[in-house]
């Protein structure tokens, strides 16, 4: 059972005839982003947007979108802030995945941190090699999973999901520097960035995501927009109308 961190969330999820997509996005209006967002506010934001989806018009998809510019602001802040296991599980780290070792019995879902041989010895008697362990994946890590939603949605542009793609190839490659960097929590590299040069310092920086919420900011306002033009309008809404308009944010952000 999902236990709503809103009551108005919840509320408007389980009634009928609600403004359900209203009520996500003026609860991700009221998200502090990205200090207020973790892996479990996102997951849970996903089923409700899941829950509503009975037509997925154009306000499904931007809000969609929206969650996802979320996803990626919580995971380049992680990764700038050296919670390398945080950022990992947005972007690589399935959030489950089932294993089966035939002839030993039921499957079992996997500890997500955990290591796979260690949970088969803890699981079957005598030793098994991991190898004789099918796993699969039921629920992969949040941001692809969020990414390929958008990219066979047929409703974004090639211009933003590139820039979607950008900003986790970014995210990749923050954790990657920081590691090679061997800093391995935000206050040891605040100490070092104090004890470098003002060029290593800006070097640094560079390789770091500094993501601003401009994306997630505009999704909301667009999202806003299409609620009024959809109230007004006796017919179906059409989503590829948005298209143009997403292109050019894409072009100026």
Known sequence: MIRYADSELGEAAQGRGGDAFGTINRRLDRVAVPHGVNEPFLEEILARIQASSGYQDSIYWLTLARLTEAAILCAGHYADNCEFRAAGDLLLNPRKVRVQVKGRGPSFIKTRHGRLTDQLAQRFAGTIDKREAECRVVAPALLPELYRRLATSGYFTQAYLDHVQTRLTAIAAAIA???????????????????????QRQFIDEHLCHFDATWFWLLGHRIRQAQSQKSSLPGAWTPHGDQEEILSLARRN
């Open 177 to 199: 520097f920081l590691a090679a960097w061997q800093v391995d929590a935000n206050e040891e590299l605040y100490q070092r960035l104090q004890a470098v040069d003002a060029a």
